[in-house]
């Protein structure tokens, strides 16, 4: 007999309860990956999150064969695939980890009609977060919106499990399945434009767990660090959380390990701030969960009527970095160049093209879902609409960052937008955010010349920042 378990977005041995389930059954296992796209909805993984999803295929299945056992990948809606493969294998049950996306919700209802169906035992397990998204209610039993009281919730009540070690071999079915080489699904992007990304990130457990480790040494200093974007002060853990490189619990017990070893009296002001920042991906998915509509509409209706502008001319300067704002520039194009961006940095230019460009937050929702390594629906739609004012525990619309203040206080030596933008970097300090006001002769001495080695900027601080508070208060004043 065997089992086969559907490898989805937990794509690791660690600490995967399906696995684990399989094992214990004791029959033949097929470990399975349905490369689907049409069941994602209108959020297929972008290019970004295809290239690691590629490199990733291939490191489970090197894991899966120092275990005896292999990855069968396959494409095709997954209720299809799996059913072929139930038929061809004659498996009696199939195992997998829970997915929270709405359209992954609709995709496993008919996996598991399609099972039940044909007699084959199945169950899906949560696997991807410390606690599923029913788990928390307020006391009256509704979704949480404000994230406060639900990271008390989390830390008061509910324990963590414990998480489950990586089995060391995996009996094989009696006969393996067809299955396509990760190449043939053509993930890696055609132009060279990825090319970087390697140099950058290992994709994969092991990756995942390298990058953890030397986490650690400066975990203590989180707390102040994490604002820094010229250093390297976070984990950089996001996109392996998301493809199940490592699980939430490992990682969560993970830290709590670590901080006993190191002192008496709990964790430490960084771990505890890390912690916290782990929960806010649990309060990501949770408001998904229960707001399914939100990658698509504000959560506060009264948003659905702001007056955005359309301008293909300054989204296209934005997403390239071009905006004549250095600080903004200089995280559009770590964004391109790594796949990734701070996240104090996805904050200013989030709020840069809602508030200073009056640009929908979806265009920039749907930029970062292309180019983000860990492009994530919770996590992404939680930013933009926090960052838009529209969402839950949102920052207040009125709020504008300011760019130029923003990038002096946290980046103080200009490290950061020296190394994003350099065409700036022989401009002083004291004018690297803000070359426009720089004398003729700095920047001459700079190799500057604003609107032609560097733009002038699309949008004054000041000037966009009165745009973006009247059109809050036109839609405030309706009833
Ligand atoms: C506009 C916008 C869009 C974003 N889009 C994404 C996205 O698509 N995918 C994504 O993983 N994160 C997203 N974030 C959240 C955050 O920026 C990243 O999770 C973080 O920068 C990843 O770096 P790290 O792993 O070093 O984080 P660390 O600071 O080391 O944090 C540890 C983990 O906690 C989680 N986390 C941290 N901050 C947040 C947060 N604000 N919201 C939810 N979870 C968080 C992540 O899983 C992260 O890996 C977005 C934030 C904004 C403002």
């Not at 590629?54 to 292999?70: I, T, Y």
């Not at 695939?81 to 004659?90: E, K, Q």
């Not at 992404?380 to 525990?393: P, V």
Request: aromatic fraction near 10%; charged fraction near 25%; hydrophobic fraction near 40%.
């Amino acid at each position: 007999m065997t089992t086969i378990v559907w490898f989805r977005q937990d794509l690791r041995l660690d600490d995967h309860p399906a696995l684990h389930a399989a094992v214990k059954r004791g029959e033949g296992i097929v470990p399975v990956y349905v490369w689907s796209p049409d069941d994602e909805g209108d959020w297929p993984a972008g290019a970004a999150s295809r290239w690691w999803l590629h490199h990733s295929l291939q490191s489970l299945d090197a894991s899966l064969r120092r275990c005896g056992s292999r990855l069968i990948v396959q494409s095709g809606r997954a209720v299809e695939v799996l059913a072929r493969l139930v038929d061809t294998t004659g498996a009696s049950t199939v195992f997998w980890s829970r997915r929270y996306e709405p359209a992954a919700v609709k995709v496993e209802s008919k996996v598991e009609k399609m099972l039940g169906e044909r007699g084959v035992k199945c169950q899906g397990f949560n696997a991807s977060l410390l606690h599923d998204p029913d788990a928390i209610r307020t006391k009256t039993g509704g979704p949480y919106q404000v994230f406060t009281p639900f990271w008390k919730t989390l830390q008061d009540g509910l324990e963590v499990g414990r998480p489950l070690a990586a089995p060391k071999r995996l009996k094989s079915p009696a006969k393996w399945p067809d299955s396509q080489s990760a190449d043939r699904l053509q993930l890696l992007p055609t132009l060279g434009w990825a090319d970087a990304f390697s140099t950058v990130w290992t994709p994969g457990e092991a990756g995942a767990a390298s990058r953890l480790k030397s986490f650690f040494a400066s975990i203590q200093e989180y707390d102040e660090e994490r604002d820094r974007p010229d250093h390297e002060g976070t984990s950089r853990l996001s996109a392996h959380l998301h493809f199940g490189e490592i699980s939430p619990s490992r990682l969560w017990c993970a830290i709590i390990e670590h901080e006993s070893a190191r002192r008496h009296h709990g964790p430490s002001t960084g771990a505890t701030s890390f912690l916290r920042e782990v929960a806010w991906r649990e309060f990501a998915q949770h408001l998904l969960h229960h707001f399914p509509n939100t990658p698509e509409r504000p959560l506060r209706d009264a948003y659905g009527r702001f007056p955005w502008r359309r301008s293909s001319k300054d989204l296209k300067a934005w997403q390239r970095g071009m905006t004549g704002s250095p600080y903004v520039d200089a995280g559009m194009r770590q964004l391109w160049s790594t796949g990734w961006m701070h996240n104090r940095v996805r904050m200013m230019v989030a709020s840069f093209l809602v508030k200073h460009l009056l640009l929908d937050w979806r265009h920039g929702a749907a930029w970062f879902w292309d180019t983000l390594v860990d492009a994530d629906l919770a996590n992404n739609t939680l930013g933009w609409q926090w960052c838009a004012g529209c969402g839950a525990d949102a920052a207040p619309y009125f709020r504008v960052f300011n760019p130029i203040t923003q990038g002096e206080k946290f980046d103080p030596d200009g490290l950061y937008v020296r190394q994003w933008v350099p065409e700036l970097s022989r401009v002083p300090d004291k004018f690297l955010c803000r070359p426009w006001e720089a004398p003729p002769a700095v920047l001459r001495e700079a190799g500057v010349r604003l609107g032609s080695t560097y733009p002038h900027p699309i949008v004054e601080h000041s000037e966009g920042r009165q745009r973006a508070l009247a059109a809050l208060a036109s839609i405030k004043e309706k009833p």
